[in-house]
């Protein structure tokens, strides 16, 4: 079993900065994939940003700019920092964590249980 825990969410002014952490524990031995998504009241959830060893970092084009993904694989946590944030970045932001290989098996698809990101104008 993987468990991922988010921390860093809040409530701040338009054109303040936010830096958003996620931790993965469990018996993880690598995890090729990892990522943020938000949800937005009455909308689908969305990706923000991901990284991976192969590809980089890939981003939702409104973020591009102002958001950083970032990891540190020695503590199987990835990190988001949140620039210049506008009113319409308010959502749940959830971390999720993808081809993590165990100590027993490859794990698939695990999710945080997200955090609140507030924007006031």
């Known amino acids: 079993q993987v468990q991922l825990v988010e921390s860093g969410g809040g409530l701040v002014q338009a054109g303040g900065s936010l830096r958003l952490s996620c931790a993965a524990s469990?018996?993880?031995?690598?995890?090729?994939?990892m990522g943020w998504y938000r949800q937005a009241p009455g909308k689908q959830r969305e990706l923000v940003a991901t990284?991976?060893?192969?590809?980089?970092?890939v981003y939702a084009d409104s973020v591009k700019g102002r958001f950083t993904i970032s990891s540190d694989n020695a503590k199987n946590t990835v990190y988001l920092q949140m620039n210049n944030l506008k009113p319409e970045d308010t959502a749940v932001y959830y971390c999720?964590?993808?081809?993590?290989?165990?100590?027993?098996?490859?794990?698939?698809?695990?999710w945080g249980q997200g955090t609140q990101v507030t924007v006031s104008s």
């Open positions: 999720n964590a993808d081809r993590i290989l165990t100590t027993t098996r490859y794990e698939s698809d695990y």
């Open positions: 469990g018996r993880i031995l690598n995890i090729n994939v």
């Open positions: 990284i991976t060893s192969r590809l980089g970092t």
